[in-house]
T-cell receptor, first 114, second 117 residues
């Protein structure tokens, strides 16, 4: 079945850039997403990229997609302590009966050191 | 925009109780709503997908008689955990999408922490 993998932990110093990586296996993925989850809360959609795009930038966030290698990354520039959270990579593809479902990675816990 | 409200945020109850969780899309009409379960330090596991006015589609291994889903309107879906037991304790999160999920991202509620004693 489909699989989404990401490293579990990342630690960076405040002001540095953070890069969170993700790999996926489903070649029919149409959209790829990054969600942020703070402790005890739901998921906040940060950004998403269509599978025919290579890059998308939105303020401090840059998403890079290498479709050939099925590799997605999220770069956070000038990382702040408020960026400390768990970041989930997710992909969506057409499943049976015409429905789209999200498949999530296990999440990367980003810790920002002041 | 795209705000999803989920209530209650936390429930503690005795074994055998049925618990209802509501998921509302506040500023858009959600064609499709999704219910997930998240175990500690784990990813989200999709439980079921519901489309307004039709029966929910459950993932393999999820008991539909145990987890009743009603999607009565384009802004409200409910999940009822019937006769809850301690093993049902978990973090339940709903999401809502304008479309059938492919070209519209899912927007998530804040989750419900369910603890069964």
């Amino acid at each position: 079945g489909e699989d989404v993998e990401q490293s579990l932990f990342l630690s960076v110093r405040e002001g540095d850039s953070s890069v969170i990586n993700c790999t996926y296996t489903d070649s029919s993925s149409t959209y790829l997403y990054w969600y942020k989850q703070e402790p005890g809360a739901g998921l906040q959609l940060l950004t998403y990229i269509f599978s025919n795009m290579d890059m998308k930038q939105d303020q401090r966030l840059t998403v890079l997609l290498n479709k050939k290698d099925k590799h997605l990354s999220l770069r956070i520039a000038d990382t702040q302590t408020g960026d400390s959270a768990i970041y989930f990579c997710a992909e969506t593809a057409l499943k049976g009966a015409g429905s789209y479902q999200l498949t999530f990675g296990k999440g990367t816990k980003l810790s920002v050191i002041p | 925009g795209a705000v999803v409200s989920q209530h209650p945020s936390r429930v503690i109850c005795k074994s055998g109780t049925s618990v209802k969780i509501e998921c509302r899309s506040l500023d858009f009409q959600a064609t499709t709503m999704f219910w997930y379960r998240q175990f500690p330090k784990q990813s989200l596991m999709l439980m079921a997908t519901s489309n307004e006015g039709s029966k929910a589609t459950y993932e393999q291994g999820v008991e539909k008689d145990k987890f009743l889903i009603n999607h009565a309107s384009l802004t409200l879906s409910t999940l009822t955990v019937t006769s809850a037991h301690p093993e049902d304790s978990s973090f339940y999160i709903c999401s809502a999408s304008l479309g059938r999920g492919g070209y519209q991202p899912q927007h998530f509620g804040d989750g419900t922490r369910l603890s069964i004693l």
